[in-house]
């Protein structure tokens, strides 16, 4: 039985929240596995854990541009759809 103050989310919310939690479950299954590898090889954690972020101190500028581009996107559309559901909202 559905509550009538109770909202039910849309299926892009949804869509959404599985692609960020499936994205970042690879990014820390895929960084324990690089650490857990130069910990084989005999480096310290603090070395493993350097060389597991080092790609992005070494990103030229073309690379920063489409990460920053990439990312100010993603907020943009966090913020819309925010923006169009408060809007939806006070029209009630």
Same mark, same amino acid.
């Given at each position: 039985?559905?509550?009538?103050?109770?909202?039910?989310?849309?299926?892009?919310?949804?869509?959404?929240?599985?692609?960020?939690?499936?994205?970042?479950?690879?990014?820390?299954?895929?960084?324990? *596995?690089?650490?857990?590898?130069?910990?084989?090889?005999?480096?310290?954690?603090?070395? /493993?854990?350097?060389?597991?972020?080092?790609?992005?101190?070494?990103m030229e500028l /073309?690379?920063?541009?489409?990460?920053?581009?990439?990312? *100010?996107? *993603?907020?943009?559309?966090?913020?819309?759809?925010?923006?169009?559901?408060?809007? /939806?909202?006070?029209?009630r």
């Amino acid at each position: 039985m559905n509550h009538p103050l109770r909202e039910e989310p849309n299926s892009r919310s949804v869509i959404g929240m599985k692609i960020m939690g499936i994205t970042f479950l690879m990014m820390g299954c895929l960084t324990a *596995f690089s650490m857990g590898l130069d910990l084989l090889q005999g480096y310290d954690v603090s070395k /493993a854990w350097q060389n597991a972020f080092s790609p992005f101190r070494v990103m030229e500028l /073309a690379e920063l541009f489409v990460l920053y581009l990439l990312l *100010f996107l *993603f907020f943009t559309g966090i913020g819309y759809d925010f923006y169009k559901k408060k809007k /939806a909202n006070t029209k009630r």
